[in-house]
């Protein structure tokens, strides 16, 4: 009862927390996943507006109406590209293993993903779970949350300008989509290369050779085998994406 009194007491600094609140988990991963009941995130959403409500300043609703609206809008647009921001990281190492895929001929091998709700080739999806759990194994789960309380800190109460800085970040943190796709895809590019060039050089000396056969067989076991050897850097790799992340959001949040 207490709680339903405070909440009354202040209910617009709690509306300001909950609409932001609400807007970043809906899209951070993890806690925006499709698989993850709706309950769930408005149950979590509407806990931690409870337990942020007294820590923020209070917040005095604008008088008209059209100013309410606008004032939540940005609220939305904070959360929202917060979460994006640490959503892209893993897009791009997803585009990763959907490039290698391809490369080794498998890309039509693919899978459902409940997390984004479509299609996605196997190897995709296992670096995609891969990444998911080195993200929970560095508290990236606790980050998130961290980044939310330090985004009431930053940003004021409906503070939100669209500024040239703010789009400037979000147009690095999309671009980091295909750099980190090539970057994690780059063993099994590189080694896939000469594996053809070899191909071919056998293919002219020895024409007899079913290489289509021999060479569907050869590029799948040889793409695997790097993807093996390349497993024991892959988690300092992800950290290393996971660091300059959340460098990234602290300037976005600032830019905001």
Not at 85 to 113: H, L, N, P, R, W
Not at 236 to 247: E, N, T
Request: glycine letters at 8%.
């Amino acid at each position: 009862m207490e709680i339903t009194d405070y909440i009354l007491a202040n209910y617009s600094t709690f509306l300001f927390v909950l609409v932001r609140t609400g807007s970043i988990l809906f899209t951070a991963p993890i806690f925006g996943a499709m698989n993850v009941p709706m309950q769930v995130k408005f149950g979590l959403t509407l806990l931690l507006a409870i337990l942020l409500t007294p820590l923020t300043p209070a917040v005095a609703l604008p008088a008209a109406m059209t100013g309410v609206i606008i004032s939540l809008a940005g609220e939305v647009l904070i959360g929202a590209a917060i979460g994006l921001a640490v959503k892209f990281i893993f897009t791009g190492i997803e585009y990763a293993g959907q490039v290698a895929s391809f490369q080794m001929g498998i890309g039509m091998a693919s899978a459902y993903d409940p997390i984004n709700s479509a299609q996605i080739t196997v190897l995709g999806k296992f670096l995609s779970i891969l990444t998911l759990l080195i993200f929970l194994t560095v508290n990236g789960h606790l980050m998130v949350i961290l980044a939310l309380k330090k985004s009431f800190d930053v940003i004021p109460a409906y503070g939100f300008t669209l500024s040239g800085e703010l789009m400037e970040g979000l147009i690095i943190f999309s671009k980091e989509i295909f750099i980190l796709g090539l970057k994690f895809a780059a063993p099994v590019l590189a080694i896939l290369i000469f594996v053809n060039i070899a191909m071919g050089i056998m293919a002219r000396t020895v024409p007899q050779l079913n290489m289509f056969a021999v060479g569907f067989a050869v590029t799948i076991s040889v793409g695997f085998v790097m993807i093996l050897i390349s497993l024991p850097v892959f988690e300092d790799a992800a950290i290393a994406a996971f660091d300059r992340m959340w460098l990234g959001v602290d300037n976005l949040m600032k830019a905001m």
